[in-house]
Structure formats: C-alpha cells, structure tokens
C-alpha cells in the first residue's frame, strides 16, 4: 500500500503522489482524495478528512481551506464537508467556525434578510410601522390595522 505501477514490466513502484492514495498492494493507477479529504504526504494508502472548521470541495488536494465567516464547515461525509451559509436572521464574524452554534441570531428588534451574514451590521432595525418580536428574524411584521411602533420595536401599541 502506498505505491503503484502504471507499467507492464515494472521493475519498481512509484509512491503515490500527494492529493491521492494508493489503498492496495498491486495498486495500478493512484486514486484521487475525495472531497472533504486531502493528503499531503507521498506513498500513502489513505486520504485524511478535513478537520472541523476546514473544508475542501475538489478531489485530489493535499490541504483543505479555512471555513469562511458567514457560515461554518462541520466534519461530514456528505458534500465534501462544505460550506453551510447562516441563515437570513444570524450571522457569523469568524473564520474557521465548524457548528451552526457560530451562526449569532440578530436581536429582537431587527432583521436581517441576508445569508452568509458576516456582521451584526446587517441586522438592522426595524422601521417603524413594523416589529421584531423575537431574535434571528429575516424580515420584520407590520403591525396591524389599529396599533403603531416607532423603528426598532419588539411589539406594536394599540392607538
């Protein structure tokens, strides 16, 4: 394991490069890392998962990349352990995050309509007219026939 020979009559294996793997002995042709995996080392039978936090989206690498602010990368099999944006209604400043817990929810009072937020900047108030009643809001709701709010309420006030 961890080499291979491409040719008929090979007087020797060759290590298998890095970004790939060579899983058997009798290997012929290396085998790329799949996504959410990498390899930087040579002659190796294995490919490594990405660690929480990190990602890699493209087969046969030999890193994966820091997960983005706006969002967080989880350790999983599924989609090369990619990239999940926060949902409108939250957001996340750091890089590097691996849970849905980094994804902050905007504050009653505000909304943000915006995913793969990276600031709290986008949770803006709501106008008046309207309320946010509850935290990670995507939108805020108008208030109702008979009742009013100045900007960034929690409730509306009946007249």
Do not use: M, W
């Amino acid at each position: 394991p961890g080499t291979f020979a491409d040719q008929l009559n090979a007087t020797s294996c060759t290590d298998c490069p890095a970004g790939r793997f060579c899983p058997n002995a009798g290997t012929v042709q290396p085998l790329d890392c799949a996504a959410g995996q990498y390899q930087n080392l040579t002659g190796q039978a294995a490919c490594v998962q990405c660690p929480a936090g990190e990602f890699q989206t493209e087969r046969g690498q030999t890193s994966c990349d820091l997960c983005a602010a706006g969002g967080y990368c989880e350790v999983t099999d599924d989609c090369g352990g990619g990239f999940t944006p926060c949902l409108a209604g939250s957001y996340n400043e750091k890089t590097g995050s691996s849970s849905p817990d980094a994804c902050q929810q905007c504050p009653p009072g505000t909304s943000s309509p915006i995913a793969s937020a990276v600031s709290s900047e986008t949770c803006a108030r709501c106008r008046a007219g309207t309320f946010g009643g509850e935290s990670g809001l995507s939108e805020c709701t108008d208030c109702p026939s008979g009742s009013y709010s100045n900007r960034g309420s929690h409730s509306c006030d009946e007249c």
